[in-house]
């Protein structure tokens, strides 16, 4: 009899570990068929402080741009994986300040990551890049040998061989990369790129500073866009007049943090956005930002903004 109970106690023992198993695989698996599986583009402005951290997301691929401050990187490890996330297509990191490249070492650490896009070494001229850069590449071999990345990392440039920027697509969703300044300000290093998902457009500009906005406005490039990514978290030091014309956006999004030492956004630069009534969205303000593209619609959040087709 005593040993007819203690086997009805392994067996309802073996029972609750398989309904906990199997209740975590279904969450699991819901949260992976809701959010990557879907044939829409998802947008995710991460609320990271000061700092700055974007996710796309297009039919199960993944690109995160930046991973916030290092203070934050727990932030961003987490709300991927909340999304059922475990894979990053493209970690592309604009330029190696701590408040964009200081939690690449949770990515690397957490996630298997199969492309990392950052400007060469050779056009690293300050100790802080440095720092960062070596940060990355430590992490990105620790990865390798113990973590989710068992085969090597992709570490790619934005430029070709030929020193031409280049194009390459998420999903459905195509990304042209606009400018890579190789000078001695750290800020103009950002990698500039525009998405385009059918008729819907996004320009994310990084830090980039006034510098590189008049060169774009002089090139050839379609800067022309739904929604404009503000450079260096609406510093005075970019989104002049003539570039806000060039780009033309119907909304803005601001990644800064509240009551930011640096007064993030610059009164001037929210006086040129309200003066166009460009619709501004920003972190300090709303916490994470969520923008959805789906059948010609764009939803941000839970609010219906635009109907890109007319219909």
Known sequence: ??????????????????????????????????????????????????????????????????????????????????????????????????????????????????????????????????????????????????????????????????????????????????SQFKEENVNNKSIVFKLVYDDFSMLFMGDAEKEVEEKLVKSDCNLSSDILKIGHHGSQTSTTSEFLDKVSPEYAVISCGINNPYNHPDKNVMKRLNERKIKVYRTDEMGDIVITINNGHIQLNKEQLKNLKGV
């Open 1 to 178: 009899m005593r040993k007819f109970k203690r086997i009805k106690i392994f067996v309802l023992i073996i029972l609750i570990f398989i309904y906990i198993f199997l209740n975590r695989y279904i969450e699991f698996y819901k949260n992976t068929s809701k959010i990557v599986s879907r044939d829409n583009l998802e947008i995710h402005i991460i609320d990271v402080k000061q700092s700055e951290s974007v996710l796309i997301i297009q039919n199960g691929h993944t690109m995160l741009v930046d991973a916030g401050l290092n203070s934050e990187g727990e932030k961003v490890e987490k709300y991927i994986k909340d999304l059922g996330i475990d894979t990053i297509d493209v970690l592309l990191i604009t330029h190696f300040h701590r408040d964009h490249a200081g939690g690449v070492h949770n990515i690397l650490r957490a996630f298997k990551v199969k492309e990392v896009m950052c400007l060469e070494y050779e056009n690293i001229t300050t100790l802080q890049e440095m720092f960062w850069y070596f940060d990355m590449r430590i992490a990105k071999k620790v990865s390798e040998v113990f973590g989710k990345n068992k085969s090597k990392v992709s570490l790619t440039l934005p430029y070709d061989e030929d020193g031409n920027l280049k194009s390459f697509t998420i999903g459905n969703a195509s990304i042209e990369i606009l």
